[in-house]
């Protein structure tokens, strides 16, 4: 429970990064030369936002706890059970995130979904592999543009040809996210809907970084 994911935002309200539970907890206990706060809770209720303060959200996880266990995911204590957080919100300042979307692997298969780009069927990570759309032998480059995911079959017989001398069709052309693409993934858990309102509108359209 201390890898799951909780939703950073900046002093703004604007979303910044994806980090740990453990990461969280090591924010929300940090403090400044002032000795005040480094970070606080953001609870979502009926479409407010409520901050809480470390102490408040364990008298609130102790209340949730009697009336409602199974609605919450807990971290346990020696002395009291804590309800995960989804996000939390620093104080202190207001850093913009990184507009770049990390070209890798694991974006890669994220983006497809883990579906094989040309017979549209989903495996598991290690049944897939990454093709050049335009061969590298052909001039094709590495870019969001030109890898798709492909099964070892589809790969192996569209071999170092283009989709069209192999009589083959991509499911979806491939672009480059304007977001994350593994954010979009967790956003399908039901535990992270309240991190909608700050990514679904234009405005929260920022990068994420897990």
């Given at each position: 429970m201390l890898d799951s994911s909780v939703l950073l935002?900046?002093?703004?309200?604007?979303?910044?990064?994806?980090?740990?539970?453990?990461?969280?907890?090591?924010?929300?206990?940090?403090?400044?030369?002032?000795?005040?706060?480094?970070?606080?809770?953001?609870?979502?209720?009926?479409?407010q936002y409520v901050s809480y303060n470390f102490e408040d959200w364990r008298q609130l996880s102790q209340f949730r706890k009697e009336?409602?266990?199974?609605?919450?995911?807990?971290?346990?204590?020696?002395?009291?059970?804590?309800?995960?957080?989804?996000?939390?919100?620093?104080?202190?300042?207001?850093?913009?995130?990184?507009?770049?979307?990390?070209?890798?692997?694991?974006n890669l298969f994220a983006r497809d979904h883990n579906i094989c780009q040309y017979c549209g069927k989903k495996f598991s990570t290690s049944d897939l592999s990454l093709d050049h759309v335009i061969p590298r032998s052909r001039g094709g480059k590495s870019s969001w543009e030109n890898i798709v995911c492909a099964c070892t079959r589809c790969n192996v017989r569209k071999g170092g040809r283009t989709p069209?001398?192999?009589?083959?069709?991509?499911?979806?052309?491939?672009?480059?996210?304007?977001?994350?693409?593994?954010?979009?993934?967790?956003?399908?858990?039901?535990?992270?809907?309240?991190?909608?309102?700050?990514?679904?509108a234009a405005y929260w359209d920022v990068e994420l970084t897990a």
């Open positions: 935002l900046n002093a703004h309200y604007m979303a910044m990064r994806v980090v740990s539970v453990r990461r969280a907890f090591t924010l929300l206990f940090k403090r400044d030369g002032q000795e005040q706060p480094v970070a606080e809770i953001v609870h979502v209720d009926g479409g009336f409602e266990p199974n609605s919450h995911d807990w971290i346990r204590t020696v002395r009291f059970d804590l309800c995960v957080p989804r996000i939390i919100r620093v104080l202190t300042f207001a850093k913009q995130p990184r507009q770049d979307v990390k070209f890798n692997r694991r069209e001398e192999a009589h083959m069709r991509l499911v979806r052309s491939p672009l480059k996210p304007r977001r994350n693409p593994v954010v979009s993934i967790t956003l399908s858990d039901h535990r992270y809907s309240s991190w909608k309102q700050f990514l679904d």
